[in-house]
């Protein structure tokens, strides 16, 4: 994809053009808004990294003996946390209750994982109000943790169970069609598919050591079986 794109020099001479010292107070929103959108905005505008991590594909007994682990996501491109509903199925981390009797109202802050040990690392903030939490944000997730990890958050003696979806999941893993699902933001709205959805278009993979492509929208393949750094580019939002 091409798009006009500006060298430092020229923003720099546009920026000197447009914005002087404003003695004469003459400088117009339309000439911030030039600089802005004309010059910097596309000069930025190129493929970012929303995923990394490593997926060890495991072909030959299934699904289950194929593993994922997240070190970093940007979570703009992926499924949204619903903050206000905890127990969510299709939340990054979801709750398997959310009653926290003898809790005083407040909100807090929850880690799990071991970094040093590649246990992965997840911070949680979570609000109680009224014996209930009543929001779960994610506030960092990565490090190597696995999806579908659990984890157990105690409060007074009752034992909430935390469990980490992730991203992406395993999907169609044997032989030829070992796959993998990317999950998407459907805050975008629906006429935005072509910048919600994942296709070969707009995603470029890197995989070290093995071949990957884009199999369908949201969906890509590793064509052979090993432990791989992956890496997800998008073009941005």
């Known amino acids: 994809m091409a798009i006009l794109q500006y060298a430092k020099r020229t923003i720099d001479s546009k920026i000197e053009?447009?914005?002087?010292d404003n003695t004469s107070k003459d400088i117009s929103a339309a000439d911030v808004r030039s600089i802005v959108k004309d010059y910097v905005t596309n000069s930025t505008y190129a493929p970012v990294m929303i995923y990394a991590g490593i997926l060890k594909r495991r072909s030959g007994a299934g699904s289950n003996d194929s593993i994922i682990e997240d070190y970093y996501y940007n979570s703009e491109y992926f499924n949204q946390q619903n903050e206000n509903s905890p127990m969510?199925?299709?939340?990054?981390?979801?709750?398997?209750?959310?009653?926290?009797?003898?809790?005083?109202n407040g909100t807090y802050n929850q880690r799990y994982g071991n970094v040093s040990s590649?246990?992965?690392?997840?911070l949680l903030e979570y609000t109680v109000s009224s014996n209930v939490i009543t929001n779960l944000k994610v506030t960092y997730a990565g490090f190597g943790i696995r999806p579908?990890?659990?984890y157990n958050l105690v409060l007074s003696g009752v034992t909430i169970v935390v469990t980490y979806n992730g991203v992406?999941?395993?999907n169609s893993l044997t032989g030829g069609n070992?796959?993998?699902t990317i999950s998407t933001n459907l805050d975008i709205p629906a006429n935005g598919?072509?910048?919600?959805n994942h296709y070969k278009g707009n995603t470029l993979l890197t995989v070290s050591g093995a071949t990957a492509d884009m199999t369908d929208s949201n969906e890509f393949r590793i064509n052979s079986d090993g432990d791989y750094l992956v890496q997800i580019y998008r073009v941005t939002l």
């Open 178 to 180: 070992h796959r993998f």
């Open 148 to 150: 579908g990890s659990t």
């Open 17 to 20: 053009e447009l914005i002087n």
């Open 193 to 196: 598919n072509a910048i919600r």
């Open 88 to 104: 969510a199925t299709g939340n990054i981390v979801q709750l398997s209750a959310v009653g926290a009797p003898g809790t005083a």
């Open 168 to 170: 992406i999941s395993k």
């Open 118 to 122: 590649g246990t992965g690392d997840l």
